[in-house]
């Protein structure tokens, strides 16, 4: 069984400031992927960034970077230079095939 | 590319009735499909796996014979809800990956689906 825990129900930010979402998880999975995933309003599920469990480098994507920590289980995104249209809902994501979603962060930027 | 379509993207149905979901997978062959549900403010839920040509796999929980999966081919899977009643109203999503990359899923558009 696997369990993805999102503790921040709702972040606001600055715009061009940066932001740390949290994510920890529980896996019996030895080999697994961690997501972060992009929901703005329209509902369309948007992939942010992908972490590979077995790579000890973390995962960047432009502005996107993660803290990985295995042993802690633990999968937090940054998001440097917020901008306007980062705004939305963020899930946490592990798996290896069909996916276990955390509760999601609810992502405010302020002009 | 790796574009995946669900059709309808809203449905109202009365209670009693079935009614399916269709996904597609526009430009690419989808060899696993995945049935997602999302309540209103809430997280994603899986519900079942596809695989084609093969029965779904259904999570624990997920009546498998009211919510009947089908995937008959590499671009298509249907979700029917069967006997529909308004705790089945939700948003269904699903999502699609190429063989060999099962941990890249491209997610469709969602359907909600609202019983009355």
């Known amino acids: 069984a696997q369990t993805v825990t999102q503790s921040q129900p709702e972040m606001s930010v600055q715009e061009a400031e940066t932001v740390t979402l949290s994510c920890t998880y529980d896996?019996?999975?030895?080999?697994?992927?961690l997501f972060w995933y992009k929901q703005p309003p329209s509902r369309q599920m948007i992939l942010v960034i992908r972490q590979e469990a077995y790579k000890q480098q973390n995962a960047t994507e432009n502005r996107f970077s993660v803290n990985f920590q295995k042993a802690a289980k633990s999968f937090s995104l940054k998001i440097s230079d917020s901008q306007l249209g980062d705004a939305a809902m963020y899930f946490c994501?592990?798996?290896?095939?069909?996916?276990?979603f955390g509760k999601g962060t609810h992502l405010i930027i302020q002009p | 590319g790796a574009v995946v379509s669900q059709h309808p993207s809203w449905v109202i149905c009365k209670s009693g009735t079935s009614v399916k979901i269709e996904c597609r997978s526009l430009?690419?062959?989808?060899?696993?499909m995945f049935w997602y549900r999302q309540f209103p403010k809430q997280s994603l839920m899986l519900m079942a796996t596809s695989n084609e040509g093969s029965k779904a796999t259904y999570e624990q929980g997920v009546e498998k014979d009211k919510f009947l999966i089908n995937h008959a081919s590499l671009t298509l899977s249907t979700l029917t809800v069967t006997s529909a009643h308004p705790e089945d109203s939700s948003f269904y999503i699903c999502?699609?990956?190429?063989?060999?990359?099962?941990?890249?899923?491209?997610f469709g558009p969602g359907t909600r689906l609202t019983v009355t």
């Open positions: 999502s699609a990956s190429r063989a060999l990359e099962v941990y890249e899923q491209y």
């Open positions: 430009d690419f062959q989808a060899t696993t």
């Open positions: 896996t019996s999975e030895s080999d697994y992927y």
């Open positions: 994501a592990s798996g290896a095939d069909g996916l276990t």
